[in-house]
């Protein structure tokens, strides 16, 4: 039994052929892998794309998924080992896990971070957790990854690109009014460098620099594909000639938990917005975004009302990529 938890697990071959498979999806929608299935689809923050595309795509495959709110209307559960369940949650994830196990066939979990303790965050405990105790395939929905995002990404650059391998990919920061997750950053990196695209991130301070597991892992695979990897202060030194702008806003891991005192960093990066003039110095680009997206504070109007705008391609890419990705699983 496999999991998707992070495309790091994940050859490049097997990433392209979920992506193939998507590209037949999306020419003939209906299948029956899902014939008789059932997905469970738990909800820990809030969701506009992933939870319309997975159970769309549930219910194209001939199956069905179950969406469950675990922020409300399922009950807490407890992901500690040995814990004494003297306060909150009423369940632990080891039956949690296994009573889902034996009703449905897929588990996916969206569970962000909660900003507190990057330290423990960073080993994903939640999803770690149901995928040590279920008995299915469980699938990421956007934890401290987001995988299937990265697929839905590639997808949309090899179809306006061609063949990605030693194009030059930025991964900007962006401005947004508050610390967002690190994922979606973490996850474009891992995917353009395992694609053998180079590598350049765009940071307003070098705090903003990813966690290294996620940087070490990105700079391994271009050293294996005889790309370059990179980060840069200098807005233009990062933007000339890259062929690919992908835009996301995440708070400077340093600051983790005391979000007040990275505010001066933060407004380091006021200029960062993606606009005409730093597109004019690229390689005529193309930008996506993972959405949802704040125009005219991440990305201005005039970039994502152009052809270069490959965001809403993405977004539709996601139930193409995810029926691949449960057909592959279930
Ligand atoms: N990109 C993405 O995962 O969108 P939602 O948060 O709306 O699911």
Redesign the pocket.
Known sequence: MRHFLSTEDWSRDELQSLIDRARAYRESPLGDALKGKSIALLFF???????TSFDLGAYQLGGHAIVLDARGSTWPVEFEEGAVMDDGPEEHVKEAARVLSSYVDLIAI?AFPKFEDWTAEREDPLIQAYARHATVPVIN??TIV?P??ELAMMMAMQDRMGDVRGKDFLLTWVPHPKPLNTA?ANSAILMASKFGMNVRMLVPDEAFALDPRYMGAAERFCADAGTQFSLTTNVKEAYSGADAVYAKSWGALPFYGKWEEEAPLRAKGAGFMIDDAKMAMTNNAVVSH???MRRNVKIADSVVDSDAFLGLQE?EN?LHVQKALMESLA
């Open positions: 923050n809030p969701s506009l794309r992933t939870r969206r929905m956007e987001h299937c995002q979606v993972c959405l949802p977004a996601r």
